[in-house]
């Protein structure tokens, strides 16, 4: 591969300096069809790139090698066998070729298949009473002539949008606790489940898989507790509508009274 710097003496050689191809050839040991090639183009970089690997070991294994890492992929990855262990497993079947060949299949064919985009979706649409969402953000009031930062606890309606909230001087799970009871109160029923944010007083860890996201074992008894009390029901006729008012909802949830 010739550099910038290369092509950048050659071109100064040759259009400033004057200087012959010969000499150019002679001096920086480069062949005459490159520095034509660089003299008579605008590139800033000659590179070699081959098409097609040729593979005349490997070529009748490659249907075996395929099929094993085609198995393999499903497993972990720390279950998954190196190129060392998959050129001595043909080479146990009789594979006679260089270990390089399997090395650079394998490492081609795992970054083409980790390419493969993974099928994902964010749902957009709720069924009235499927799922609510909770978190909690920090707001600056006055109160009493005096800035204050308080915690205000906010649940919505994921089909409606219809908000909740409800302020507090603090953020722990209790009060997690009476925001839920407060909302399922004034919504007049429970959802079927809750969409939860990385929050300490909610959720207890995050895993990957099956286990993704999981609550608080008390916040599952809490849960358990409110819905028993109040059913699951859809939001009833007329919410929609009232899904902007969420200034007087908040004037009216209030643990106190404020003036901002």
């Not at 003299?39 to 070699?48: D, L, W």
């Not at 749902?123 to 499927?130: H, I, K, Q, R, V």
């Not at 930062?149 to 209790?174: C, D, G, I, N, W």
Request: glycine letters at 6%; a positive charge; aromatic letters at 10%.
């Amino acid at each position: 591969m010739i550099g910038v710097d290369k092509i950048g003496d050659i071109r100064r050689a040759y259009f400033e300096e004057r200087c012959p191809i010969k000499e150019i050839v002679r001096t920086l040991s480069v062949s005459r069809a490159t520095v034509r090639k660089i003299i008579r183009g605008h590139e800033t970089e000659f590179k070699y790139e081959r098409g097609i690997q040729p593979s005349p070991k490997l070529g009748d294994w490659v249907e075996v090698l395929t099929e094993i890492l085609e198995t393999e992929d499903g497993l972990p990855r720390r279950e998954r066998r190196s190129t060392q262990r998959l050129f001595e497993e043909l080479r146990g079947r009789g594979y006679d070729g260089a270990h390089d060949s399997v090395h650079r299949f394998v490492k081609a064919w795992r970054t083409e298949h980790t390419r493969v985009p993974v099928r994902a979706f964010v749902p957009m649409s709720f069924a009235p009473g499927e799922a609510y969402q909770f978190d909690w953000s920090h707001e600056a009031i006055t109160l009493h002539g005096l800035p204050l930062t308080v915690k205000a606890a906010h649940m919505k309606l994921s089909h409606s949008r219809m908000p909740f909230v409800r302020v507090y001087f603090r953020e722990t799970q209790e009060l997690v606790f009476d925001a839920h009871d407060k909302a399922f109160r004034f919504y007049g029923g429970v959802c079927r489940r809750g969409i939860y944010d990385n929050m300490k007083t909610a959720v207890e860890a995050i895993f990957v898989g099956k286990a993704a996201g999981t609550i608080a074992a008390s916040c599952k008894c809490a849960r358990t507790i409110w819905s028993s009390r109040w059913p699951a029901r859809p939001p009833r006729a007329g919410r929609r509508a009232r899904s902007r008012t969420k200034s007087a909802i908040c004037a009216t949830s209030c643990s106190g009274p404020s003036r901002a």
